[in-house]
């Protein structure tokens, strides 16, 4: 296999005026040139210069090879100077997958500095489920994710990143049609509003209020897969929802509706909380921009 050096060497010989204008392009020496070029005639067992008098000067092969290898040599240089800079320089894409509602309140205080700091960066945001999120990941489809638990699939590495409270929350016009449950036996009783059938959300909120296994509750109204929609028909009163606190934080300043504590709160339960994790493959190249973006998101700040 012919040496890349040679090759530039040669071409630095075939458009340089003097071998000593090419070894000073070429940071070398006149001798180098004269022997590195030798060695490529020699590989390739045609002349490419010949003396005529007191001048070098390219033959007939070697012209042909000098202006068949000028173009390829501006696209290798410039791929080289790409890829050089794609390690450098902060910009170009990262796709950035999140679960909806935390990542509308956690991404944009972490994305804008970063955006105003990097102008060539363009970032692309994807909302769908972790788990759908951590395969894209691994497809290669998406660059870090938030993940709602440490990694399932192979070759994910992954770092917490921030820890959700789940609170259950009820409207006034639903506590006053239905009264306020205290017990156990009580809040089981009681109309409820649940993501899916897994009840991610309720399970977790359950076990730190009374203990024991995540019970569903008896009376399901609805499985709403939006914790926006689920939060809406809390606060018309429809059911009892398990929602993150960042989420109802609003509705609870506003009065639109109350968290429901155990035992009317003459006892205070362990906080149910789930942490979430930032992800990213183990095997990706590590770019410019995904080093920036991944340290933003990792980066301390405004709590979700």
């Not at 089981?188 to 730190?208: E, I, S």
Request: glycine share 8%.
């Amino acid at each position: 296999m012919l040496n890349y050096e040679l090759l530039r060497t040669f071409l630095a010989a075939g458009t340089a005026p003097t071998f000593t204008a090419a070894a000073a392009g070429r940071h070398i020496s006149i001798s180098a040139v004269s022997q590195q070029i030798r060695a490529l005639e020699v590989q390739l067992g045609v002349p490419l210069f010949e003396r005529a008098g007191r001048r070098v000067r390219l033959t007939p092969a070697g012209q042909g090879l000098v202006a068949a290898l000028r173009p390829a040599f501006v696209q290798i240089e410039a791929a080289l100077a790409a890829t050089l800079a794609d390690h450098a320089v902060v910009r170009g894409p990262v796709a950035i997958g999140a679960p909806r509602s935390f990542g509308r309140v956690w991404l944009h205080p972490r994305l804008a500095p970063l955006l105003r700091a990097h102008p060539e960066l363009a970032v692309r945001i994807e909302f769908d489920v972790p788990s759908a999120l951590e395969r894209r990941l691994v497809d290669g489809a998406l660059d870090l994710v938030v993940l709602a638990q440490p990694a399932e699939l192979a070759g994910v590495a992954t770092q917490a990143i921030a820890s959700e409270t789940f609170v259950a929350v009820a409207s006034p016009a639903y506590l006053r049609a239905h009264g306020a449950p205290r017990t156990r036996a009580e809040f089981q009783r009681h109309r409820f509003l649940v993501f899916d059938r897994d009840a991610a959300m309720h399970g977790p909120w359950w076990r730190a209020a009374f203990g024991g296994r995540g019970e569903l509750p008896a009376t399901i109204v609805g499985e709403v897969a939006s914790l926006e929609e689920m939060q809406a028909l809390a606060e018309e009163g429809v059911a009892i929802a398990v929602l993150p606190d960042y989420l109802v934080a609003p509705a609870l300043t506003a009065g639109r509706l109350v968290v429901l504590a155990p035992d009317g709160g003459a006892r205070r339960p362990r906080p149910a909380r789930n942490t979430l994790f930032l992800g990213w493959r183990t095997s990706a190249i590590t770019t410019a921009r995904l080093r920036a973006t991944r340290e933003a998101l990792l980066a301390p700040g405004p709590r979700a």
